[in-house]
């Protein structure tokens, strides 16, 4: 009589299924976690430290009004602008910018880095040309941007997509190089291939390498807003920050420095929340 069969089923690989207590949002043993409120007030701290650093150095006319307003000259334009409906414009000019330019680059840059990542010969093609081309700094594609595109905002938008292009393919890249190759086969064994496998199998395994890298695309598309704001604009915290430079505003420079910091701040907070919901769902 012979002896049953062991079930060696296995259900489809998923990246959660292999990872380990931390990826799978676990807390590490040992370690107390924080309450949200403590971290939040323990966040704040150190901005308002320099805040009050600030007023005391403007109080104790360590520099005059021009070089360095109080921060209440700074919230006096903030209000200007406000009562004016000119911040609100700069603001939402701006984000929309950024936005627009951040979803372009770190398509394409997904869309990259898994070809340079997961193709050998690719990597040998095309991987050298895109290294040398990160290196270009972001004020150097101004004015063929205007040669080629002009002044509107398509050069703007693709301008901040250049440099939200870079970080994404880097990581997503160098992370898919990574991957276990005895998860892919496992994948594969199931039948999963292309497009396929790399949506349901490798793109979970190198989940926080991709949120790395849209954070720091993010944070990259901020930085060239102000250079794709150099474009012939006439409005946008860009060229808010230029137009105050030249005019000896340091109030409303000081205001648009502020509104950047900020404006990267919530929009990283928000991908961080993307995050959260997208280890949920693989978990």
Same mark, same amino acid.
Do not use: C
């Given at each position: 009589?012979?002896?049953?069969?062991?079930?060696?089923?296995?259900?489809?690989?998923?990246?959660?299924?292999?990872?380990?207590?931390?990826?799978?949002?676990?807390?590490?043993?040992?370690?107390?976690?924080?309450?949200?409120?403590?971290?939040?007030?323990?966040?704040?701290?150190?901005?308002?430290?320099?805040?009050?650093?600030?007023?005391?150095?403007? &109080? $104790?006319?360590?520099?005059? /009004?021009?070089?360095?307003?109080?921060?209440?000259?700074?919230?006096?334009? !903030? %209000?200007? +602008? #406000?009562?004016?409906?000119?911040?609100?414009?700069?603001?939402?000019?701006?984000?929309?910018?950024?936005?627009?330019?951040?979803?372009?680059?770190?398509?394409?840059?997904?869309?990259?880095?898994?070809?340079?990542?997961?193709?050998?010969?690719?990597?040998?093609?095309?991987?050298?040309?895109?290294?040398?081309?990160?290196?270009?700094?972001?004020?150097?594609?101004?004015?063929?941007?205007?040669?080629?595109?002009?002044?509107?905002?398509?050069?703007?938008?693709?301008?901040?997509?250049?440099?939200?292009?870079?970080?994404?393919?880097?990581?997503?890249?160098? &992370? $898919?190089?990574?991957?276990? /190759?005895?998860?892919?086969?496992?994948?594969?064994?199931?039948?999963?291939? !292309? %497009?396929? +496998? #790399?949506?349901?199998?490798?793109?979970?395994?190198?989940?926080?390498?991709?949120?790395?890298?849209?954070?720091?695309?993010?944070?990259?598309?901020?930085?060239?807003?102000?250079?794709?704001?150099?474009?012939?604009?006439?409005?946008?915290?860009?060229?808010?920050?230029?137009?105050?430079?030249?005019?000896?505003?340091?109030?409303?420079?000081?205001?648009?420095?502020?509104?950047?910091?900020?404006?990267?701040?919530?929009?990283?907070?928000?991908?961080?929340?993307?995050?959260?919901?997208?280890?949920?769902?693989?978990?």
């Amino acid at each position: 009589m012979s002896s049953p069969v062991p079930d060696t089923r296995v259900d489809a690989p998923t990246a959660a299924s292999t990872a380990g207590p931390a990826a799978r949002g676990a807390s590490t043993p040992g370690r107390r976690r924080i309450p949200r409120g403590l971290r939040w007030a323990a966040g704040l701290v150190v901005p308002l430290l320099l805040l009050a650093l600030w007023q005391v150095t403007t &109080a $104790l006319g360590v520099f005059t /009004p021009v070089q360095l307003p109080p921060p209440a000259d700074v919230l006096a334009a !903030g %209000v200007e +602008l #406000l009562r004016r409906g000119q911040l609100g414009t700069h603001v939402w000019i701006s984000t929309q910018r950024v936005l627009l330019g951040f979803l372009l680059g770190a398509v394409v840059g997904l869309a990259a880095g898994a070809l340079v990542g997961l193709s050998r010969l690719s990597s040998l093609l095309f991987a050298p040309t895109i290294g040398a081309f990160r290196a270009v700094p972001s004020l150097a594609w101004v004015p063929l941007l205007l040669l080629w595109i002009g002044i509107g905002e398509n050069s703007k938008v693709l301008l901040i997509a250049i440099g939200a292009f870079f970080p994404v393919y880097t990581t997503v890249a160098l &992370a $898919l190089r990574h991957v276990d /190759p005895h998860l892919v086969e496992a994948g594969r064994a199931f039948g999963y291939g !292309g %497009v396929r +496998l #790399l949506l349901t199998v490798q793109l979970p395994a190198i989940l926080p390498a991709v949120v790395s890298g849209l954070r720091l695309a993010l944070a990259q598309a901020w930085l060239f807003l102000v250079a794709a704001e150099l474009l012939a604009s006439s409005m946008g915290l860009g060229f808010l920050l230029i137009d105050s430079q030249n005019n000896g505003r340091t109030d409303r420079l000081l205001l648009a420095i502020v509104l950047l910091a900020i404006l990267g701040k919530v929009t990283d907070a928000v991908l961080g929340l993307a995050q959260r919901a997208a280890e949920r769902t693989w978990a």
